[in-house]
Nanobody
Framework: QVQLVESGGGLVQAGGSLRLSCAASGRTFSSYAMGWFRQAPGKEREFVAV????????NYADSVKGRFTISRDNAKNTVYLQMNSLKPEDTAVYYC????????????????WGQGTQVTVSS
């Protein structure tokens, strides 16, 4: 069992930056791929980024590529999402998730989810 807790969300102006953190419980954190997803009001949850268990491989949605960076610190059981050049369309609840069998982009592949943190980007 893995418990995930996100933090770092908030209100920021367009062009600004935020860094989200996701702290995981459990001693097997380093064996999970970790992903970030987001859900805007009235829209489906969408993939943002994923990082492999070792941190050696990453993948991003086209909409955030070049602006967002995912990273992890297995010693701290934490995954991060650095978000730069934020746009109003990045406004959403951001969720971190853990996947035990791969490192995909579909939410259905993920086994554990956090409660989410709100990110609001004003224009």
């Amino acid at each position: 069992q893995v418990q995930l807790v996100e933090s770092g969300g908030g209100l920021v102006q367009a062009g600004g930056s935020l860094r989200l953190s996701c702290a995981a419980s459990g001693r097997t954190f380093s064996s999970y791929a970790m992903g970030w997803f987001r859900q805007a009001p009235g829209k489906e949850r969408e993939f943002v980024a994923v990082i492999s268990w070792s941190g050696g491989a990453t993948n991003y949605a086209d909409s955030v590529k070049g602006r967002f960076t995912i990273s992890r610190d297995n010693a701290k059981n934490t995954v991060y999402l650095q978000m730069n050049s934020l746009k109003p369309e990045d406004t959403a609840v951001y969720y971190c998730a853990a996947e035990t069998t791969g490192w995909g982009t579909a939410s259905i592949e993920y086994d554990y989810w956090g409660q989410g943190t709100q990110v609001t980007v004003s224009s």
